[in-house]
């Protein structure tokens, strides 16, 4: 029993090191071989527990950076996440004790990675999901691996390297079926040399060069000051020198992080400043900043919003944010349980939703137009969200965010990956605006092209601007016009194995 424990617990070490930081992205390629051991050698009982316990150890390290935030609310998430992992031990035992024994085992190369990825695509819309650390994101500095996310979503690459350790494992472990695991190696390599000559095709194409400019801002302001009054002034004189000197390079619009203006934009002191700046630098400017307004019953409502300014200094157009932080932003079931507040041990927010998919719009200096679309914190985590805004012809994409709460951690890379991934899905570029830690350009191939940071100690955690020119792709890929259909496949095909192995 203890040598099962030490295999459970070398898989999710495997796994977070694969991860930012340190990003050893090789070690998912064989970082499930140990669990497989584990599920084909126990109990159903045994291979719940051990799995979960694997599972509770890869997103107890993968999201350590919450303990930031609160501690209650870690244990509690990833107690929570533990779970699709032991489900994947249960159900994977289960089709691994069935299969052995027939002349079907050979598609066990298929079944465990669309289980796998049918749990990932679960958890992703569940309980208003979270799909942060997909497996398929540990590849998100690997081009031509990530390419096929154009038609299959992330939970593309998140199957081949599944089908990657389930091969390897089944090579070593069913010597007696020799037949079988050649006919499951062989299966990987297609699938495999498939997705890298489609990988390089797409990179040969050239990407249209737009001449649009873009810069981003990162004002760097520590969490612990940015709603303290004290620091008004010093976070507005932050953000106005950065951005004159980003005027410098006469960019179409100037994009400052999420609630980067420090008060709400309705304050007559913020709006005058807000107005001085832009007027005196004569250019648009992309703001976060928090919102209010009037709900049902002429109540207070408030958002988290973004906000474009035309070069005269008035606002015009925002979009508030539809998917907002549970246990951050607003407390679920509020409304029916008011009590819930009083055991949470952060401050937490009462925002609303917003309803509508907002575009804007800018122009470059050759006066072409482009449509582009806010995600605001998180927001790039989800990619039926992104898919939406593609849909209604948003030629970029620009994810405003304050990864401050976390400190100097793991978590400003992990959620870069993210937007890699929508970048790919939908062939449009993303740009990054982070209060702290990664403000970035990628490319509509997924390629971090610059970020803001220190030249010499390469720190991203520093105040700094760069200046962009935005890169277009040609519109509509497969995943922006069918979704997650790959997901869906993988669902029916564990569904379908689970009913023959139910009725058989």
């Known amino acids: 029993m203890l040598r099962k424990i ?14 930012p930081d340190p990003q050893i992205s090789i070690f998912a390629w064989i970082a499930l071989i140990p669990l497989f051991f584990v599920i084909g050698n126990s109990s159903k009982k045994a291979s719940f527990f051990l799995s979960y316990l694997a599972g509770a150890v890869f997103f107890a390290g993968l999201l350590r950076w919450l303990t ?97 350790n389930f ?36 990179l040969k194409k050239d990407s249209i060069e737009t001449g649009l400019k873009l810069s981003v801002v990162q004002g760097n302001i520590e969490q612990a000051k940015k709603w303290d009054p004290f620091y008004k002034d010093y976070i507005m004189d932050r953000y106005e020198g950065l951005t004159r000197e980003a005027a410098k390079d006469e960019p179409g619009l100037i994009i400052w992080p999420e609630t980067s203006v420090p008060g709400f934009l309705g304050e007559k002191d913020i709006g005058l400043r807000l107005k001085r700046i832009i007027v005196d ?9 928090a919102t209010y307004g009037t709900g049902p019953g002429r109540r207070d409502v408030f958002f988290n919003s973004a906000a474009l300014f035309s070069p005269d200094g008035n606002m015009e157009k925002v979009y508030n944010k539809i998917h907002l932080v549970p246990f951050g932003e607003y407390v679920p079931f509020e409304k029916y349980f008011p009590l819930i507040r009083d055991f949470i041990d952060v401050p937490v927010g009462d925002y609303t939703a917003g309803e509508e998919f907002t575009l804007f719009d800018v122009r ?44 100097e951690s793991g978590e400003q890379l992990q959620h870069a990956q993210a937007s890699v991934f929508r970048a790919v899905e939908n062939r449009v570029s993303v740009l990054r605006a982070a209060n702290t830690g990664f403000s970035c350009y990628i490319n509509p191939k997924g390629m971090i ?56």
């Not at 137009?369 to 998180?378: G, V």
Request: one cysteine or more.
């Open 68 to 164: 930031h935030v609160t501690v209650p609310g870690y244990a509690v998430l990833v107690s929570y996440l533990a779970l699709y992992f032991g489900l994947f031990g249960l159900l994977g035992n289960l089709f691994l004790n069935k299969l052995r024994g027939s002349g079907l085992y050979f598609l066990s190369i298929l079944i465990l990675p669309s289980l796998w990825v049918s749990l990932e695509f679960l958890r992703g819309v569940l309980f208003t999901g979270f799909p942060w650390g997909l497996l398929g994101y540990t590849q998100y500095k690997n081009p031509v691996l990530i390419q096929i996310a154009d038609i299959t979503g992330a939970y593309g690459v998140s199957f081949l390297i599944v089908m990657a």
């Open 364 to 407: 470059s200096k050759e006066g072409d137009n482009f449509n582009y679309a806010a995600l605001i914190c998180f927001e790039d985590i989800f990619p039926g969200l992104v898919r939406s805004f593609a849909l209604r012809g948003c030629d970029f994409l620009i994810n405003i965010t304050n990864d401050a709460w976390f400190g």
């Open 167 to 202: 091969a390897v494992y089944s090579w070593i472990a069913s010597y007696k079926e020799s037949r079988g695991s050649r006919f499951q190696a062989l299966a990987f390599l297609i699938v495999f040399i498939t997705v890298i000559l489609y990988g390089c095709f797409v």
């Open 449 to 504: 092209e610059g970020s803001v940071g220190d030249i010499e100690t390469g720190s991203m955690y520093i105040p700094g601007f760069k200046t962009f020119v935005l890169k277009a792709a040609g519109k509509g890929t497969f995943y922006t016009r069918y979704g997650d259909v790959f997901a869906y496949i993988c669902l029916f095909l564990v569904i379908g194995a689970g009913a023959l192995r139910f009725f058989s």
């Open 281 to 289: 630098i004569d250019l648009p400017l992309f703001l976060g900043a």
């Open 6 to 19: 030490g295999a459970s617990l070398l898989s999710p070490i495997l796994l977070i090191l694969a991860f």
